[in-house]
Each structure stands twice: as structure tokens, then as C-alpha cells.
């Protein structure tokens, strides 16, 4: 099936780009790597009189540390760019991986970052991942910028923080202290994951674990009960220690996540598989 007819527009700068949303409007929406918002065009689940189309603001492309040692990615950084990326590869390894295993190379080739978080589709890898990491999204508009913590930045299905005249120009994600370890594990039977889990354990932190879960419901939650647990284990426990003090957490809190049958899984499989991949995760923190 075609879009509806459409008007494109090509944008050259940040501010071209915004100050054309803010002339056209709700009518118009902005366009990065497409391979979400073409799909909802097409089915006519969507539909815009005019597109901007924003790959050619290379501002929106740059990956940098920033002067607090922030790693700042760009909005328009396709999976594949960041998966190779010197900087995430050393000091993210764990994002570079997950990077490395999005869908499908099609996907990581063309999908973009900025893409994939405001379109919230709830089955996604990196949403759960800069929840743990603790990003920050930062917004623009013509009269300036805000950031939005990662962990607030999806509201609902398909819903985000992002107010419409407002275009995502950036992920930034703070300093990891050092000996620091992450790691993201999904599963599923499609190329979105049925559960994805991200953990980062940090030995030198106030925050002994930051443990998320993903796709299970609308947005990222967090594993509560299991991080405040890990706050009393010695910071370099092995990893069977760790285990059998947060197994039987992270398996009762996870029944307690209120999901639901769909075409991933059923409920009862995916609080399964929250146990499953949280292990994993972990067990390549601290391996």
C-alpha cells in the first residue's frame, strides 16, 4: 500500500529544521532513518501533509564526549554506526553489543537512535539500556533545549515525553565510574525482543545494580526489590554469589510486572524469561 501524498521537505540545519515543524505545525512530522514511520505511512496508520526530512543535518550525527565526560550520541547515529564507533566500543561496550544485534542489518544500516526511541514501540532493545545506563534525551525546539531523563522519556505505547514541536537531538549518557560492567540480553521470536534485561553492576558506585527490563510491558521498568538487594552484597562478590542473593528477588518481582498474551509470548513465558535474561546479563557483568 502507498502513503498518502505528502509534501518532503530536506533540511540543512538544525535550526532550518525546526523552525520548519514550528511553521507547519502538527501537520508535518520529522523523518530520520524511516524504517518505523515508513511502515505506519504506508498501512495509512499515520498520516502527514508534509515530512521533514532530517539526514542531512550532520549536526544531529556526531558522536563526542562532552565536558564532563558525558558521551554524547547523535539523534540521526544508525545502530550500525554506533556498534562500530571507537568511543561507544570503549567506553560502552555493552551498548556497542546490543548495538551490533539490533533486528537486522537492514535495520541497523538505516535505524536510527532518535528513531527508534521516539516512536516507542515497546518491544525495543535501547530504550531498556539507557534506562540502566541513566541517559539523558535531550529535546529542541526554536526556543532552546531540555533534557529529559531516559527513565521518563517513555510515557505509554507508542507515547513519549516529546512535545510536537520538539525534535530528539541527542542521547546523552553520563561517565561510567571505573571497573564499572554493563550488559543487555534480550530474547524473542521475532526480530523484536519478547523480554530484554540490561544490568550494570558498579563495584565503585552509590548504586551497587541498576536492573531493567524491557518489552514486557509498555516502557522500561525497573527492577526494584533486586537492586536494593544488591546494595548489601560485597562489590566484587562472584557471580554465583550474586545470583543466589537475587535469584528468588528478581523472580518474585518479576511476577509481579503486569503483562499481558501477545504475539511474543504469553504472560507467564515473558516473566519467565525476565529470571532467564537477567542471569545472563549479569553473569557477563561479572564474569
Same mark, same amino acid.
Given at each position: 500500500?502507498?502513503?498518502?501524498?505528502?509534501?518532503?521537505?530536506?533540511?540543512?540545519?538544525?535550526?532550518e529544521?525546526?523552525?520548519?515543524?514550528?511553521?507547519?505545525?502538527?501537520a508535518?512530522?520529522?523523518?530520520?532513518?524511516?524504517t518505523?514511520?515508513?511502515?505506519?505511512?504506508k498501512?495509512?496508520?499515520?498520516?502527514?501533509d508534509h515530512?521533514?526530512?532530517?539526514?542531512?543535518v550532520?549536526?544531529?550525527?556526531?558522536?563526542?564526549?562532552?565536558?564532563?565526560?558525558?558521551?554524547?550520541?547523535?539523534? =540521526?547515529? /544508525?545502530?550500525? *554506526?554506533? @556498534?562500530?564507533?571507537p568511543?561507544?566500543?570503549?567506553?560502552l561496550?555493552?551498548?556497542?553489543d !546490543?548495538?551490533?544485534?539490533?533486528?537486522?542489518i537492514?535495520v541497523?544500516?538505516?535505524?536510527?537512535?532518535g528513531?527508534v526511541?521516539?516512536?516507542?514501540?515497546?518491544h525495543?532493545d535501547?530504550?531498556?539500556?539507557?534506562?540502566?545506563l541513566?541517559?539523558?534525551?535531550?529535546?529542541a525546539?526554536?526556543?532552546?533545549?531540555?533534557?529529559?531523563?531516559?527513565?521518563?522519556?517513555?510515557v505509554?505505547?507508542?507515547?513519549?515525553?516529546?512535545?510536537?514541536?520538539?525534535?530528539?537531538?541527542?542521547?546523552?549518557?553520563?561517565?561510567q565510574?571505573?571497573?564499572?560492567?554493563?550488559?543487555y540480553r534480550?530474547f524473542?521470536?521475532?526480530?523484536?525482543p519478547a523480554?530484554?534485561?540490561?544490568?550494570?553492576?558498579?563495584?565503585?558506585?552509590?548504586?551497587?545494580?541498576r =536492573?531493567? /527490563?524491557?518489552a *514486557?510491558? @509498555?516502557?522500561?521498568?525497573?527492577?526494584?526489590?533486586a537492586?536494593e538487594?544488591?546494595?548489601? !552484597?560485597?562489590?566484587?562478590?562472584?557471580?554465583d554469589?550474586v545470583?543466589?542473593?537475587?535469584?528468588?528477588v528478581?523472580?518474585?518481582?518479576?511476577?509481579?510486572?503486569?503483562?499481558?498474551?501477545?504475539?511474543?509470548?504469553?504472560?507467564?513465558?515473558?516473566k519467565?524469561?525476565?529470571?532467564?535474561?537477567?542471569?545472563?546479563?549479569?553473569?557477563e557483568?561479572l564474569?
Amino acid at each position: 500500500m502507498r502513503p498518502a501524498r505528502f509534501m518532503l521537505h530536506r533540511p540543512t540545519s538544525l535550526r532550518e529544521a525546526l523552525a520548519l515543524k514550528a511553521e507547519l505545525g502538527e501537520a508535518a512530522t520529522f523523518h530520520a532513518g524511516g524504517t518505523e514511520l515508513l511502515v505506519a505511512l504506508k498501512a495509512h496508520v499515520l498520516q502527514y501533509d508534509h515530512v521533514i526530512d532530517i539526514k542531512q543535518v550532520q549536526e544531529l550525527r556526531e558522536i563526542r564526549l562532552l565536558d564532563d565526560g558525558a558521551l554524547r550520541i547523535g539523534s =540521526l547515529s /544508525t545502530h550500525h *554506526v554506533i @556498534a562500530h564507533d571507537p568511543l561507544v566500543q570503549r567506553l560502552l561496550p555493552g551498548y556497542a553489543d !546490543l548495538s551490533d544485534h539490533v533486528a537486522n542489518i537492514r535495520v541497523r544500516v538505516a535505524g536510527t537512535l532518535g528513531g527508534v526511541l521516539c516512536f516507542a514501540e515497546p518491544h525495543a532493545d535501547a530504550p531498556t539500556m539507557l534506562c540502566a545506563l541513566d541517559a539523558r534525551i535531550v529535546l529542541a525546539n526554536t526556543t532552546g533545549q531540555r533534557n529529559v531523563p531516559s527513565r521518563e522519556f517513555h510515557v505509554g505505547e507508542f507515547a513519549t515525553a516529546r512535545k510536537d514541536d520538539e525534535l530528539l537531538v541527542s542521547i546523552d549518557v553520563p561517565p561510567q565510574l571505573p571497573g564499572d560492567r554493563s550488559a543487555y540480553r534480550p530474547f524473542g521470536h521475532t526480530e523484536r525482543p519478547a523480554v530484554g534485561v540490561a544490568a550494570v553492576w558498579s563495584p565503585q558506585g552509590s548504586q551497587r545494580l541498576r =536492573l531493567w /527490563t524491557g518489552a *514486557v510491558v @509498555a516502557v522500561p521498568v525497573a527492577l526494584c526489590k533486586a537492586q536494593e538487594v544488591a546494595q548489601s !552484597l560485597p562489590s566484587q562478590a562472584p557471580f554465583d554469589e550474586v545470583w543466589r542473593a537475587l535469584e528468588p528477588v528478581i523472580t518474585a518481582e518479576a511476577e509481579q510486572i503486569d503483562a499481558h498474551d501477545d504475539l511474543h509470548g504469553s504472560a507467564d513465558y515473558k516473566k519467565h524469561l525476565v529470571t532467564v535474561l537477567a542471569q545472563r546479563a549479569l553473569q557477563e557483568c561479572l564474569q
